[in-house]
């Protein structure tokens, strides 16, 4: 079968009895959500100057933006078993673009981080329920779903932090935020118009209370194959939120490039993070995860080690791009963990195992924060190269699904 046909019959799996614009507005939902999620760390140095932090404040700021994303994640998952995940999605894009608006009203960094951390919360809120409304939606080509799905929010975030590092010279970076909230009601209009109610499995839910819910899903979480996913998807993302969140700051301070140059570079990172995604859901679902999976993790340690060592534009702009194939984790990943939850509690325990390994990695910024303000910038990003090597180590021993 030719490269077109290949194509044309994955397309034609995603799409039929609705199912393409149900993927193509939690798509665009992501695409936003994801996006504006690094717009932060992409014109972090115009933050810190305006406000005259050091880089562990801005790193710690970063946190707060994760740390409320992830402890979101299992009240998120939860509701979602409940209430459906058409009413989570819509909520979650409204009140993140309410906390894009409060941007305009922080006139110090104590409010700056209050309206980062409601940000947080309404793209928390939407995380859970997406995954699980992909899953139960696809059932034989989910990795292609979740590739096409979280591939949308790599353009988003390759786009929107980009333009944002050159939109901050003219606007401001308070505008720069504030004005993308009316896309965010926008998708959530679509999102509660292309998501019927048969699209959610509430009843399972509701058929137990919350601690019976927890019972059945901390049951399914000592599943080894589990274990395993989410400890090698918990060290990924540390050294990932970490690197993203520093990078425009790498760049411009130890590297000499400019804000824009930086923010330009920050944004191939998700280019090929995009084009990664959209390839390791199809790759995993034809040549199995834990292959594809460990194959990204070695992948993933060389431009870590070699950015410290790298001078010129050039090379720079090639190593950054290359730090994004370490995103083509995330569908494959998520497939993996999503597929082998029980569908009763299947949003109850997505959420809890996201909110946990969302809080561990979470605190990367603040560590890298911390060792740049010790002058110990290079040493970090050598410190992220091994962790990375310990998570492919990880899924090197992860089994096949049944």
Do not use: C, H
Request: glycine share 14%; net charge positive.
């Amino acid at each position: 079968m030719g490269v077109t046909s290949r194509l044309r019959t994955v397309v034609g799996g995603l799409r039929g009895e609705g199912r393409g614009w149900l993927l193509l507005s939690v798509a665009a939902g992501w695409f936003l959500v994801l996006g504006m999620r690094f717009v932060v760390p992409s014109i972090l140095p115009t933050i810190t100057a305006d406000f005259d932090t050091s880089a562990s404040q801005a790193g710690f700021a970063v946190t707060v933006l994760w740390v409320t994303y992830a402890v979101m994640q299992f009240p998120a998952g939860a509701f979602a078993d409940r209430l459906g995940e058409r009413t989570l999605l819509a909520a979650g894009l409204l009140l993140a673009g309410t906390g894009l608006v409060s941007y305009a009203f922080t006139p110090t960094f104590g409010l700056f981080v209050a309206a980062t951390g409601l940000f947080g919360l309404g793209t928390g809120l939407y995380g859970p329920p997406r995954g699980t409304v992909i899953s139960k939606t696809y059932d034989r080509n989910d990795g292609a779903a979740f590739g096409t799905m979280l591939a949308a929010g790599s353009v988003g975030a390759a786009a929107l932090p980009a333009l944002a590092a050159v939109a901050v010279q003219s606007i401001g970076w308070r505008t720069a935020l504030g004005v993308t909230a009316p896309l965010f009601l926008l998708v959530a209009l679509g999102v509660w118009w292309a998501l019927p109610p048969r699209a959610v499995l509430v009843a399972d839910g509701d058929g137990q209370s919350l601690a019976a819910a927890l019972r059945s899903a901390a049951a399914a979480v000592r599943n080894r194959r589990i274990a395993l996913a989410v400890a090698g998807a918990t060290l990924m993302l540390f050294a990932f939120q970490a690197v993203t969140a520093f990078l425009t700051t790498y760049l411009t301070t130890v590297k000499g490039l400019t804000q824009g140059t930086a923010g330009g570079l920050l944004g191939g990172l998700f280019l090929v993070g995009a084009l990664s995604q959209s390839v390791a859901g199809g790759l995993a679902d034809r040549y199995g995860a834990p292959r594809v999976l460990t194959g990204i993790g070695v992948v993933s340690v060389l431009p870590l080690v070699a950015l410290p060592l790298a001078d010129g534009r050039a090379a720079l702009a090639l190593l950054s791009a290359a730090v994004g194939i370490r995103m083509s984790i995330g569908p494959v990943s998520n497939a993996y963990i999503v597929d082998l939850l029980p569908d009763d509690v299947q949003g109850t325990a997505w959420g809890a195992l996201r909110t946990g390994f969302f809080i561990v990695g979470s605190f990367g910024s603040t560590v890298v924060g911390y060792m740049a303000d010790a002058a110990l910038f290079d040493v970090a990003f050598y410190g992220l190269a091994a962790i990375t090597a310990v998570g492919a180590v990880v899924y090197v021993f992860l089994p096949e699904r049944p």
